[in-house]
C-alpha cells in the first residue's frame, strides 16, 4: 500500500509491507521497486516457440475467407484468429517486459525444416501441408484445414505439458495462468473442429 505523506510536506511516496500474522508492518524505503517474478530459460523458450507456433495458425485461418464459404468454418477461423493474434501480442510483451527477444536465435532451434526454413515444432503443418491446403477449395479445404488445426492444436497442448515437466518453469504468476488458458482453449477448439469433421466425413 502506498500513502501520501501529510500535507506540507514534500508528497513522498511511503511503501508499507504488511507483516506475516503477528508480526508488525514494515516501512520500505522510498527507492523500493516492485521487482518481476523469476521466470526460466524453459518460459522464456515456451513464449517464443508458442508465438511461431500460434502464427501459423493464424496464416492457416488467413485462407479461409477465399478458399471456402463454409459459415461455420468462417466463424470458427476469425475466432481462432482473434484470439491467437491477441495471444501473440501478450506473449512479444511478456518477453519485451523481461528484456527477452521475442524470437529464439537461430541456432536454438532445433527441427527446422532446411527445405522452407520452417521449424517444426510439435503439431506444425509441414511446407507439403500447407501447400496442399493453398490449392484446396471448398469441401477439400474445410476438411484439410480441420484436419491441419486439429493437428496444429494438438501440438500446442504437447508444448503446454512440456513447459509444465520442466523444474522451475510455468512458476510465473502471468504465464501460468496464460498456458493454463492455452491448454483449456484448445481443447475446446479441437472439441469442436472434431464434431465439424466428424459431420464432413459421415
Given amino acids: 500500500m ?6 506540507g510536506e514534500p508528497a513522498t511516496p511511503v511503501v508499507v509491507q504488511p ?3 503477528g508480526q508488525p508492518t514494515r516501512t520500505l524505503p522510498p527507492s523500493t521497486r516492485a521487482t518481476l517474478p ?5 518460459d522464456v523458450q515456451f513464449m517464443q516457440h508458442m508465438i511461431l507456433h500460434h502464427a501459423q495458425a493464424v496464416e492457416m485461418t488467413s485462407l479461409i475467407e477465399s478458399h471456402t464459404q463454409n459459415k461455420q468454418l468462417r466463424s470458427l477461423g476469425e475466432r481462432i484468429s482473434r484470439s491467437q493474434s491477441d495471444e501473440i501480442n501478450f506473449m512479444k510483451r511478456w518477453l519485451t517486459t523481461r528484456g527477452e527477444p521475442a524470437s529464439p536465435a537461430m541456432h536454438e532451434m532445433p527441427g527446422m525444416d532446411m527445405s522452407s526454413h520452417q521449424m517444426l515444432m510439435p503439431g506444425m503443418l509441414t511446407s507439403k501441408q500447407v501447400d496442399a491446403l493453398r490449392k484446396a477449395k471448398g469441401e477439400e479445404f474445410d476438411e484439410l484445414f480441420l484436419k491441419g488445426m486439429i493437428q496444429h492444436h494438438n501440438g500446442a497442448l504437447t508444448m503446454v505439458k512440456d513447459l509444465f515437466n520442466s523444474a522451475g518453469a510455468g512458476q ?8 493454463t488458458d492455452v491448454d483449456s482453449g484448445q481443447r475446446a477448439e479441437i472439441k469442436v473442429m472434431q464434431t465439424m469433421l466428424d459431420q464432413k466425413l459421415k
Avoid at 2 to 7: G, L, N, R
Avoid at 38 to 42: D, G, I, T
Fill in 19 to 21: 507483516g506475516a500474522p
Fill in 2 to 7: 502506498v500513502f501520501s505523506a501529510q500535507q
Fill in 172 to 179: 510465473d504468476a502471468e504465464l501460468f495462468n496464460f498456458a
Fill in 38 to 42: 523469476p521466470y526460466s530459460p524453459a
